[in-house]
């Protein structure tokens, strides 16, 4: 069957239904043919090859954005699993802080108290050497003291005891010392 009768063959059988029956007119089939021979060929020479070029390049879009798409998935896993493996170590380093941290603490505390220590030495060393010069400086008055009265009463028993033949003697006798010291 051609192409022809094809066509003549579907005109009849829809003009069947129809009251009337009449064949078509060689004008009525091959016009339209050609006219659709002549629109899938501009469609097949002018529309297919940007049709075809539009697709390959969607395509080449699509590939691209999902191969970049597959290359942040890979990064925001690497990402991840580094974050994963920092949030455990994270614990360890908490550890690690705090016991340096003691450790810190415990020197820092060990030093305080050997300075404390060395301090109260200190102080206490002050504390004697104030105190024994506070002893001696309480001998020297109480000697003093003491020579005063010695002196006040050697004084007054001098003045009770001693008559002016005394005082004479001793006046000459003091004078003889110095010329003899001379």
């Given amino acids: 069957m051609s192409g022809l009768d094809f066509f003549t063959t579907a005109n009849a059988w829809a003009s069947a239904a129809g009251a009337e029956h009449h064949a078509p007119s060689i004008g009525e089939v091959v016009f339209p043919a050609i006219n659709f021979i002549i629109y899938a060929a501009v469609l097949y020479y002018f529309a297919l090859p940007a049709v075809r070029s539009f697709l390959r390049s969607r395509r ?33 380093e908490t ?57 006040a009463t050697a004084r007054e028993l001098v003045q009770r005891n001693i008559s002016a033949t005394d005082q ?6 003091f004078i003889q010392s110095l010329g003899q010291a001379r």
Avoid: H, P
Avoid at 73 to 88: P, V
Avoid at 129 to 145: P, S, T, Y
């Fill in 60 to 92: 080449e879009d699509v590939v691209s954005t999902m191969a970049q798409a597959a290359a942040k998935k890979q990064q925001a896993e690497a990402l991840a699993s580094e974050y994963r493996s920092k949030l455990g170590a994270v614990d360890q």
């Fill in 95 to 151: 550890r690690s802080i705090q016991t340096s941290f003691r450790a810190a603490g415990e020197m820092e505390k060990s030093k305080m108290l050997r300075e404390a220590q060395v301090l109260a030495t200190k102080l206490r060393e002050d504390a004697r050497f104030l105190a024994d010069q506070e002893v001696k400086m309480a001998r020297q008055k109480i000697r003093e003291e003491m020579a005063r009265q010695a002196e």
């Fill in 168 to 173: 004479g003697r001793l006046a000459q006798d």
